[in-house]
């Protein structure tokens, strides 16, 4: 059974940091992209945050969070991380693991129906 759980959300000050967990159970060949997205409150869209590939490690990030965000792997693990700094009250939302398969661009994997499978999300609120 696939599933992707991601845990460490919370609430912290702005300038603060969390670090978010997504541990996954899908094979290496539906897992060619792993990527962050975002909900804000009153939303329904999903945000892209960042994206890395299973196999290599690229990654790709939104422009609004270069630079303070960071995504890495843990192969052995089957687990993403998401270290969030500098963070701002604007990025209060749920965060959301996605897996895609498809293999192709960043352009493509920056949208959320890329992804095949999704974590139930970890509320992140960010506020004084």
């Known amino acids: 059974q696939v599933q992707l759980v991601e845990s460490g959300g919370g609430l912290v000050q702005p300038g603060g940091s969390l670090r978010l967990s997504c541990t996954a159970s899908?094979?290496?060949?539906?897992?060619?992209?792993m990527g962050w997205f975002r909900r804000a409150p009153g939303l329904e869209r999903r945000e892209f945050v960042a994206?890395?590939?299973?196999?290599?490690?690229?990654?790709n990030y939104a422009a609004s969070v270069m630079g303070r965000f960071t995504i890495s792997k843990n192969n052995t693990g089957n687990t993403i991380y998401l270290q969030m700094n500098s963070l701002k009250p604007e990025e209060t939302a749920v965060y959301y693991c996605?897996?895609?398969?498809?293999?192709?661009?960043?352009?493509?994997?920056?949208?959320?129906?890329?992804?095949?499978?999704w974590g139930q999300g970890t509320q992140v609120t960010v506020a004084s």
């Open positions: 996605g897996s895609a398969s498809r293999r192709t661009r960043w352009d493509d994997l920056v949208r959320a129906r890329e992804y095949n499978y």
């Open positions: 899908i094979d290496t060949f539906n897992r060619y992209v």
């Open positions: 994206g890395i590939t299973w196999i290599i490690g690229t990654t």
